[in-house]
């Protein structure tokens, strides 16, 4: 995400699956074991062994890549999507993959980061321009699967490799695909809104069930993880949902949407939002409408600053958190590989996951989200530094930061 996508976002230095970023889908679940990856590389026999496994908050297991990156040639270009769905990519996914890269031991010209700020058509011409200068494999967080096939049919073309990051191009010619499990991700919202609507005492859930753009195929995998969680409910009549809005990854518009099913199903006492960019203006709606602490339980996922904030105020149940500065190191490794000419290891391409536009299985590395409540934020955001403690805790959540075990 949001997740979606904001950023589901939704934002430090950190898979699949950023991200983004969100319904439901035929699309399987990432299976597992690596699959013979797409060409153009050779024996990883003496090549360094990373796995999904191997990176350290510290970074220190990108050093391990310099013999690889020395053999490279030419140049690694990431262009990520924009600065509006989630501001994970300015301030997380983008200095977190300079200081992959950097570690790893490549130069200022051999690796560049741009954004497309939300266009398309900057996307393309960022990617156009950068093989005309030399870029031998792009890393692509596509804004949407058009322009990313476009992308990827020119890299073909002009014999450069892409992997798509944190998004999946549908109808694509990638050679990889990196991200979080987002089946998973989605499956982790589902669990913590029915966590969520025990430990609040709500009876009889009539719940929102919001979505992202349906255009981004990530908000149909999120939506395939929590439809499996909450369908079995409403098809019992335990729960009932009552509105699910088309969805979308821009908060604004989340804001009325939600707006207008509350107000056709006033009845409405809990919403599932696949992002915390989007949940924040909801959570606005309710407090102006007197709604109280632990009384309507609303979801997320990115671990945003905001949501970590209405998680402590007993506004939001939890938030699905992917640790982005796996993602980027992750993808920065897999780039290195590619840039030398070796086949990626198989414990880093750990999985499949299907293009159903193009009915093919894209070899994939797929790191693993986790759910984050008052429970476990220390140990995970703020251990992970993903969100300074000091900026978490201000005056108003100091107590709140105080039962949860958080020292500023």
Known sequence: MQIIRKLAFTSVLASTALLVAACGSSTPAPSSGASSPAGGTSS????????????????????KLKPLAAKGNGKIEVILPDTVTSARYTEFDA???????????????????????????????????AISAGAKVLVVDPLNSGVGAKIESYAKEHGAQVVDYDRLTLGGQRSYYISFDNVKVGKLIGDGLVSCVKAWGVTKPNVIVMKGDPTDNNATLFAQGYNSVLDPLFSAGTWTKVAEPAGTWDPPTAATEFTQAFTA?????????????????????????????????????????????????????????????????????????????????????????QDTKSNVSVPSVLLKPEWVTTDNMNSTVIADQFVPAAQLCTKTYAAACTAAGIKP
């Not at 980061?113 to 321009?129: E, K």
């Not at 109280?292 to 945003?304: E, I, Y």
């Open 44 to 63: 990883a026999a003496a090549a360094p062994e990373i796995s999904v496994t191997s990176f350290e908050r510290d970074f220190s297991t990108m050093a």
């Open 95 to 129: 200095p977190y993959l300079q200081k992959a890269f950097q570690t790893a031991g490549l130069s200022s010209d051999q690796f560049s980061i741009q954004n497309a700020q939300g266009s398309d058509a900057t996307q393309l011409t960022d990617a156009q321009s």
């Open 265 to 353: 199903h006033p009845n409405t006492n809990a919403v599932l939002v696949p992002n915390d960019e989007n949940a924040a203006p909801i959570i606005t709606y309710l407090k102006n409408h007197a709604v109280k602490p632990k009384t309507f339980p609303v979801t997320g996922q990115d671990a945003t600053l905001v949501g970590l904030q209405n998680i402590l105020a007993g506004y939001q149940c939890g938030t699905a958190y992917k640790p982005i500065y796996l993602e980027a190191q992750a993808a920065a490794a897999l780039a290195i590989y590619l840039r030398a000419g070796v086949t990626p290891p198989a414990g880093l391409v750990n999985g499949t996951t």
